[in-house]
C-alpha cells in the first residue's frame, strides 16, 4: 500500500479508538461559535493526536485541523484534518460519527480516509487508484450508486450551525426535494454521509456551509468511487466553496435542478 494512505488509516484508526474511549468514559461539552455548535474532549484529544503523529512522521507538511487551525511550513503537501466529525451525534451518544483525514499536493487531493470507529468501517481512496471500504466483513470496492430519478434516491443532507440566523440555512432547497425523494436522512456525519453516497449508501449528497475538512476526504471518495462533486449551483467545487453536491454523474443534474427549484 501506499506509504501515506498506510500511514493514515492506521492514524484514523488510533484516533476512533481514543474517540471510543471518551465515549465510553463519558465527555464534557462546551459550545464555539453558536450554542448548537459543540466540542468536546474527544474533539481535542483526537485532533492533538493526529497533529502529533503528522509532525512526527512528515515534519515538514503543512496541516489543516479543525480544533488545531493551520500550520504552514511552505510545502506543498497539506494534510487537512476533521478529528471527529458528527460532534452532535457523539455527545448524544448516537453511534454515527467519524475521523476524515486528507492530504492534498500543490492543491490537489492525493488521498482521503474517513473512518467510522463505531462500525469499524474504514473507507480510503487513493488519487487514480480508485476507493474502498475495509469493513470487519471484508474489503469491496466502492462504486456510486445508479439511481437517476427522485422518487428512487435516498439523499442525505445537513444544515448549518448559524441556520437560526442565516438566510442560507438550506430550508427551501430541503423543502424543495424532500416531497420527491423516497428519503432524505439528516445523519450528521457530512464526511460518512460522502463515504456513503461513494459506497452507493446514498444516491445523493447536498450541504452549505462547511468547511475544508469537513468535505476534503469525503470529496476524493465520492470522486475515486465513480461520482461527481460540484457546488450545489453546479459551479466547479474547490474545498473554499460554500456548498456540496455529490451523487453519480447521470442524477447529479437532476438533484441540482431540483433544489434550485428549476425541474
Ligand atoms: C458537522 C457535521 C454535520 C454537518 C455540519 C458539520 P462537526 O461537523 O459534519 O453533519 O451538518 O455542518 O459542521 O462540527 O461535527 O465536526
Ligand atoms: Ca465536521
Ligand atoms: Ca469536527
Not at 23 to 50: P, Y
Not at 119 to 145: C, M, N, T
Not at 184 to 203: C, E, H, N, Q, T
Amino acid at each position: 500500500m501506499n506509504e501515506l494512505l498506510l500511514f493514515a488509516t492506521r492514524l484514523a484508526r488510533e484516533t476512533g479508538a481514543i474517540v471510543q474511549g471518551w465515549q465510553r468514559r463519558g465527555i464534557t461539552i462546551e459550545t464555539k461559535s453558536s450554542t448548537i455548535d459543540l466540542v468536546t474532549e474527544a474533539d481535542r484529544a483526537a485532533d492533538a493526536q493526529i497533529v502529533r503523529a503528522i509532525r512526527h512522521h512528515w515534519p515538514t507538511h503543512d496541516l489543516l485541523t479543525e480544533e488545531g487551525g493551520a500550520e504552514q511550513r511552505g510545502s506543498r503537501w497539506r494534510w487537512i484534518v476533521d478529528p471527529l466529525d458528527g460532534t452532535t451525534n457523539f455527545a448524544q451518544a448516537i453511534p454515527h460519527y467519524s475521523i476524515s483525514i486528507a492530504l492534498e499536493k500543490a492543491g490537489e487531493l492525493q488521498l482521503g480516509v474517513v473512518y467510522d470507529p463505531v462500525r469499524d468501517e474504514l473507507f480510503s481512496a487513493l488519487r487514480g487508484d480508485g476507493a474502498w471500504l475495509d469493513a470487519p466483513w471484508g474489503r469491496v470496492p466502492l462504486r456510486v450508486s445508479r439511481a437517476t430519478a427522485l422518487e428512487n434516491a435516498v439523499v442525505a443532507t445537513g444544515f448549518p450551525y448559524d441556520k437560526a440566523t442565516s438566510e442560507r440555512n438550506n430550508v427551501a432547497e430541503f423543502s424543495r426535494v424532500v416531497r420527491r425523494l423516497r428519503g432524505i436522512p439528516r445523519m450528521g456525519s457530512a464526511a460518512l454521509d460522502l463515504a456513503y453516497v461513494a459506497a452507493g449508501r446514498l444516491d445523493g449528497y447536498w450541504e452549505y456551509a462547511l468547511s475544508p475538512w469537513d468535505m476534503a476526504a469525503g470529496a476524493l471518495l465520492v470522486r475515486e468511487a465513480g461520482g461527481v462533486v460540484h457546488s450545489v449551483d453546479g459551479s466547479a467545487w474547490s474545498l473554499q466553496s460554500p456548498s456540496i453536491l455529490a451523487a453519480n454523474p447521470a442524477f447529479a443534474p437532476t438533484l441540482r435542478q431540483a433544489l434550485l427549484g428549476n425541474g
